[in-house]
C-alpha cells in the first residue's frame, strides 16, 4: 500500500482533520479526530469512480486510531502495522464506503 499524508490550507468547502492519500494519488481519503482522538473517515475520492462522501462513519478503535495518529506525527508510515490498521478500517467500512472502489484500488 503506498501512503502519504497530504497538507492542504484550511479550505472551507473541505473541512478534515487530515488527509491521507493512497496509491500513488489514485485515492484521497479525508479523515477527522473527535475531542477523545478517535479517526473517523468523511469522505475518499477514487480515480475512475468519485467523491464518496461518507454519512454515517465508522469510528476507528481507540488503539488503531492512537497508532495511526501517533504515526504521522513521527512521519512513519510505511509499516506494517498502520497498513493494517487502514485496511482493517477499510473492511470494516466497506458498507459505507464504494466496496469495488476499495478492492479496485487495492485497499481491503
Aim: glycine share 8%; net charge negative.
Amino acid at each position: 500500500m503506498s501512503l502519504a499524508v497530504q497538507t492542504y490550507p484550511v479550505m472551507p468547502t473541505r473541512p478534515c482533520s487530515f488527509c491521507l492519500c493512497f496509491q500513488g494519488g489514485s485515492v484521497f481519503a479525508d479523515f477527522d479526530t473527535d475531542d477523545a482522538g478517535i479517526v473517523s473517515l468523511r469522505r475518499i475520492s477514487f480515480d475512475g469512480y468519485g467523491c464518496c462522501h461518507v454519512e454515517s462513519p465508522l469510528r476507528m478503535g481507540s488503539g488503531d486510531s492512537r497508532l495511526l495518529l501517533d504515526a504521522i506525527a513521527r512521519g512513519e508510515l510505511e509499516s506494517v502495522q498502520v497498513e493494517e490498521v487502514l485496511r482493517r478500517y477499510f473492511r470494516q467500512s466497506k458498507d459505507v464506503i464504494w466496496s469495488e472502489a476499495l478492492a479496485e484500488h487495492d485497499l481491503l
